[in-house]
């Protein structure tokens, strides 16, 4: 009995629509989105406490 082969569905697809959201929906989710990145860019790099933004940006441009 052969199984049947199945595709692989493109990576940059989209999988699932996205949902429609109301004017008051779409204005919490960038309320939360811009909390999110703010906290992200303020929050020091995981696996690498005490390390400065310099020492961050000498190593990325060392590579």
Do not use: H, N, W, Y
Not at 6 to 35: M, Y
Request: with cysteine.
């Amino acid at each position: 009995m052969k199984i049947p082969l199945r595709t692989q569905s493109d990576l940059f697809a989209i999988a699932v629509p996205p949902p429609e959201l109301s004017d008051e929906e779409r204005l919490k989710a960038i309320a939360l989105l811009r909390c999110l990145l703010v906290e992200a860019v303020i929050t020091p790099t995981a696996g690498q406490p005490g390390q400065s933004l310099a020492e961050v940006r000498d190593e990325q441009d060392q590579r």
